[in-house]
């Protein structure tokens, strides 16, 4: 099976550490995982700010980049739920019958990073350590729109060492919803806020994710409230072994405005 990464640009702009424990943690599963260098990102961010038809040639340089491959692994709900949801409507809407057929027959084989690992390898127990009390906080696009269920959860469950703790009102959005954190900061503090509460509440070390756009705007408010709590994406805690342990300052902070 060929098998390739999608990072995200907001990961490879901000979190490159999230796709390096994505290829850390696939091929420690027996995954030889490709890095196809033509990818870019997937659109959405023109798409959900009303320039639908500007994203059309991201969406075109999508299937010609990823549709060789047997799965495209992706670590984010969100560009995950993009490319399921959006692309053939976008496809539809320039009257792209070809386009709209490709990524129809792409689409199926994008897999965000949990349902990959649970669904398609079939495998929950992935040999991580991480012996740190953990929260989840699941997204909203991967809650509501890719439906990814308890996928994260089983697999955290599974990690040796792992405290892991209940969120209070884990399915509330944490208010960054893109460009909804700047068209609407006061409500976005407001609910990111109300989130941050919830996490400190949990007396968790870490605030884990499958989203780095969401643990990005609740670690600085974490930060601000100087919580104390580190935020890191599931890749990163599935990573994690006894012989590479994570520790806190490893890799990129993703507490923002600290």
Same mark, same amino acid.
């Given at each position: 099976m060929r098998v390739a990464l999608f990072a995200t640009c907001f990961n490879d702009t901000m979190w490159p550490s999230t796709p390096k424990a994505v290829v850390t943690l696939l091929e420690?599963?027996?995954c030889a995982v490709e890095f196809p260098r033509a990818q870019t990102c997937c659109g959405q961010m023109f798409t959900n700010t009303g320039y639908a038809t500007e994203s059309v040639p991201l969406v075109r340089? %999508? $299937?010609?980049?990823?549709?060789p491959y047997d799965a495209v692994v992706v670590p984010s709900g969100s560009c995950t739920g993009s490319?399921?949801?959006q692309h053939a409507a976008l496809a539809r809407r320039?009257?792209?019958?070809g386009l709209e057929r490709a990524v129809s027959e792409l689409a199926p084989r994008v897999h965000e990073l949990s349902? %990959? $690992?649970v669904d398609v390898l079939g495998v929950t127990e992935v040999g991580a350590y991480f012996p740190h009390r953990v929260t989840y906080h699941p997204t909203c696009h991967s809650l509501r729109m890719i439906r990814v269920g308890d996928r994260p959860l089983r697999l955290l469950r599974a990690v040796r060492g792992i405290d892991l703790v209940s969120l209070p009102a884990a399915e509330e959005c944490c208010g960054f919803g893109g460009t909804f954190v700047m068209k609407n900061p006061d409500v976005s503090v407001a609910m990111g806020s109300d989130k941050a509460r919830h996490v400190r509440e949990t007396g968790a070390e870490v605030l884990v994710a499958g989203d780095n756009s969401c643990l990005a705007h609740v670690g600085g408010l974490l930060s601000r409230h100087r919580a104390g709590v580190r935020t890191l994406h599931?890749?990163?805690v599935l990573a994690a072994t006894e012989d590479a342990?994570?520790?806190p300052g490893d890799g990129v902070d993703h507490e923002v405005g600290s």
């Amino acid at each position: 099976m060929r098998v390739a990464l999608f990072a995200t640009c907001f990961n490879d702009t901000m979190w490159p550490s999230t796709p390096k424990a994505v290829v850390t943690l696939l091929e420690r599963l027996g995954c030889a995982v490709e890095f196809p260098r033509a990818q870019t990102c997937c659109g959405q961010m023109f798409t959900n700010t009303g320039y639908a038809t500007e994203s059309v040639p991201l969406v075109r340089s %999508f $299937v010609e980049t990823f549709t060789p491959y047997d799965a495209v692994v992706v670590p984010s709900g969100s560009c995950t739920g993009s490319v399921r949801e959006q692309h053939a409507a976008l496809a539809r809407r320039v009257g792209d019958a070809g386009l709209e057929r490709a990524v129809s027959e792409l689409a199926p084989r994008v897999h965000e990073l949990s349902e %990959f $690992v649970v669904d398609v390898l079939g495998v929950t127990e992935v040999g991580a350590y991480f012996p740190h009390r953990v929260t989840y906080h699941p997204t909203c696009h991967s809650l509501r729109m890719i439906r990814v269920g308890d996928r994260p959860l089983r697999l955290l469950r599974a990690v040796r060492g792992i405290d892991l703790v209940s969120l209070p009102a884990a399915e509330e959005c944490c208010g960054f919803g893109g460009t909804f954190v700047m068209k609407n900061p006061d409500v976005s503090v407001a609910m990111g806020s109300d989130k941050a509460r919830h996490v400190r509440e949990t007396g968790a070390e870490v605030l884990v994710a499958g989203d780095n756009s969401c643990l990005a705007h609740v670690g600085g408010l974490l930060s601000r409230h100087r919580a104390g709590v580190r935020t890191l994406h599931l890749a990163e805690v599935l990573a994690a072994t006894e012989d590479a342990p994570w520790r806190p300052g490893d890799g990129v902070d993703h507490e923002v405005g600290s």
